[in-house]
Nanobody
């Protein structure tokens, strides 16, 4: 089992920044990959960024150069630093995890999810 709790969402003007956090409780001796997803109203859930068990990262093309995924050394907290935010970044953001070495931007590859935190980018 993995328990995930997101925080850090809110409202920001275009061009602004936010940092999302995800507190994770997972079995310490198993490989763990984590990711951030987002879902806007009427749209499918999409992968934003991933970090695998060896701290390798991947990003969706839409956020490359603006978002940074990271985690603390204990892997207890996952972060998403979001800079240069745009109105199209508005969505509910979810933290996800899977006991696997390799990360994926596909939501079907994750079986543990947080409750989500809302990010709204508007002037």
């Amino acid at each position: 089992q993995v328990q995930l709790v997101e925080s850090g969402g809110g409202s920001v003007q275009p061009g602004g920044s936010l940092r999302l956090s995800c507190a994770a409780s997972a079995y310490a001796y198993a490989p763990l990959s984590m990711a951030w997803f987002r879902q806007a109203p009427g749209k499918e859930r999409e992968g934003v960024a991933t970090i695998d068990n060896d701290a390798g990262t991947t990003y969706a093309d839409s956020v490359k150069g603006r978002f940074t995924i990271s985690q603390d050394n204990s892997k207890n907290t996952l972060y998403l630093q979001m800079n240069s935010l745009k109105p199209e970044d508005t969505a509910m953001y979810y933290c996800a995890a899977a006991y696997t070495y390799w990360a994926s931007l596909s939501p079907a590859d994750y079986n543990y999810w947080g409750q989500g935190t809302q990010v709204t980018v508007s002037s």
